[in-house]
């Protein structure tokens, strides 16, 4: 079945480097195809490097402004379309950090702006583990096997959400796709 899905006859792929292109794809383009219903999830890689770029370090009020701005368009294009829509945003060290152990070592790296349009935060991270997902004949009892050589584990963890509790899932990813790990 995966073979025969040819995923990219179903993704839309706009590259945008600037933030008035942002704002353009966000206000024209995209809500046209969630009209046509010719998506169900809207997937904007790296935010942040466009306002990090963009904007010199006197310039914070009109960032976190347009900061603003994307997130609350981001927000009703979601809600008034019935679409998820994930942004990945990069991690910052947390410089500030002090000695206790319920502090983040890392901040979202748009900070307090982009928090507050943030729903749900999930973080995704590489572990020290790797698995072979070669996985039995027995689709019943499917698990991988030990093998210092192949996929590295990931986690998924849930930072923040009204709806989901605080918890890690692990997973690997192979040629077939995303496989969860019990």
């Avoid at 698995?131 to 009892?141: A, F, G, I, R, Y």
Wanted: proline residues 4%; glycine residues 4%; positive net charge.
């Amino acid at each position: 079945m995966a073979s025969k899905l040819k995923l990219g006859d179903h993704i839309y792929v706009e590259h945008i480097s600037e933030s008035d292109q942002l704002w353009h794809c966000i206000t024209k383009r995209i809500p046209i195809l969630l009209s046509r219903g010719l998506i169900k999830l809207v997937v904007i890689d790296s935010i942040a490097a466009i306002f990090r770029c963009e904007y010199d370090s006197n310039e914070v009020a009109q960032r976190a402004k347009h900061i603003q701005s994307v997130g609350a368009k981001l927000n009703w294009l979601s809600l008034q379309h019935d679409v998820p829509v994930v942004c990945v945003n990069q991690v910052t060290a947390n410089m500030k950090r002090s000695s206790n152990v319920f502090e983040p070592s890392v901040l979202p790296a748009l900070g307090l702006t982009w928090a507050n349009f943030v729903k749900v935060r999930l973080m995704i991270s590489r572990t020290n583990y790797r698995l072979n997902v070669d996985m039995q004949s027995d689709s019943e009892n499917r698990r991988p096997e030990l093998n210092p050589t192949e996929s590295v584990v990931r986690c998924m963890e849930v930072i923040f959400s009204p709806h989901l509790p605080n918890n890690k899932c692990y997973f690997v990813v192979e040629k077939t796709g995303v496989v969860g790990l019990t």
